[in-house]
């Protein structure tokens, strides 16, 4: 935990994580649509064939694929000096201070701005207005 993060600092940096988080969340939705597929072609290429067989091997890449460029994601996101915390919820947390203690702030996907804050051995359930 080396960045400190202002409200402000995190602000300018909230266009830019939008972009990301719903890039994101979209390659993430995919990718599980991806995977359903491929326990469906396993079971397809178990019982015959080639065809089967082939399609497998298409979809493993793009499920790698995807992978990936989520894990890219995440780390532009966590280059910032920011930790994602849920995918789903769009959760990011932001290492600060506050009183002379380390904390987080705490945002997430559909906010406006950054206004609350946690505890850095807590989490969101504990998250208090700045």
């Not at 780390?75 to 990011?92: P, S």
């Amino acid at each position: 935990m080396t960045e400190h993060f202002t409200p402000e600092k995190v602000n300018a940096l909230l266009p830019r994580l939008r972009q990301w988080l719903t890039r994101m969340q979209t390659k993430k939705q995919h990718l599980g649509r991806v995977q359903e597929k491929l326990v469906e072609l396993a079971i397809k290429a178990a019982g015959d064939g080639r065809l089967a067989e082939q399609e497998l091997n298409a979809t493993e890449q793009e499920a790698e694929r995807l992978s990936r460029e989520i894990d890219k994601l995440l780390e532009q996101i966590k280059a910032l000096g920011c930790e994602v915390k849920d995918i789903d919820r769009g959760l990011v947390d932001f290492p600060a201070r506050r009183e002379g203690k380390r904390i987080y702030l705490c945002w997430q996907l559909g906010e406006e701005k950054v206004a609350f804050w946690h505890d850095v051995r807590s989490g969101f359930a504990d998250r208090q207005p700045l």
